[in-house]
């Protein structure tokens, strides 16, 4: 087990002094790992594999909420649907149609984030934030009564240039502000921001993040 408890207490700390949640990002981790980190009270976990996510829900204790926080297929939304806690990362109408489709068939209503493109990087996934006027359209035209849009989400270039990332996250946030302006200023739900991982995460906090998606720092890095 390569659990490093001191780093999630101080981790953990921080995130919760900001107001925000730690979202510990197991994927790729064994079970017990994620054991270690459950018997210290904690249960916001997040994975980005469907498969890898069946099973360990399958295995493990029943009120560990799971943050799905990669790119979901559409063909694989029914295999999470019924038990999914949140879903980060939804960047097309078709996935959003999708989501609301199986969560009424599986009788709930799904919370879900709209990612957003805000990293220099290119990256096919993300809704770019310029292109917010055409937001409305997607949200109005694509049904999706069986889902709750709580907030939005991004990822940060991978640089140590600090200022840019910090660019970055004050973007998504202001994105968020500028939806909850227009569209969610009645829905108090809409609250989440979700941004900042291992090596961003204090920046994130510094932008008004709620939810840090932490995975290395907790867990030791990945293969
Ligand atoms: C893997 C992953 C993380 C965690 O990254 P670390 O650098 O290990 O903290 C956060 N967010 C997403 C979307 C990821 O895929």
Do not use: C
Not at 155 to 181: C, I, P
């Amino acid at each position: 087990m390569s659990v490093n408890l001191a780093a999630y207490q101080s981790i953990n700390a921080a995130v919760t002094a900001a107001g925000a949640t730690l979202v510990a990002v197991s994927k790729t981790k064994p079970s017990e790992d994620i054991m270690a980190l459950y018997e210290q009270g904690h249960r916001d976990f997040g994975e980005n594999r469907v498969a890898e996510l069946v099973e360990k829900h399958a295995a493990l204790p029943k009120d560990i909420r799971w943050h799905f926080i990669g790119h979901l297929q559409r063909n694989k939304v029914k295999d999470i649907v019924s038990f999914v806690h949140l879903i980060h990362a939804v960047d097309s109408a078709r996935l959003l149609g999708e989501i609301s489709k199986r969560a009424a068939a599986a009788g709930r209503t799904v919370d879900v984030l709209l990612q957003f493109h805000i990293a220099a990087e290119e990256s096919k996934y993300g809704l770019e934030p310029t292109a917010l006027a055409e937001l409305p359209e997607i949200l109005i035209t694509t049904p999706h009564d069986n889902v709750r849009i709580v907030g939005v989400m991004g990822m940060a270039t991978y640089t140590e240039a600090e200022d840019q990332v910090s660019r970055e996250f004050q973007l998504l946030a202001s994105t968020f502000r500028k939806l909850k302006e227009s569209f969610y200023a009645e829905q108090e739900s809409f609250k989440e921001i979700s941004m900042g991982m291992s090596g961003d995460y204090p920046l994130a906090l510094a932008a008004g993040s709620t939810l840090v998606r932490v995975g290395s720092s907790l867990f030791g890095s990945r293969n």
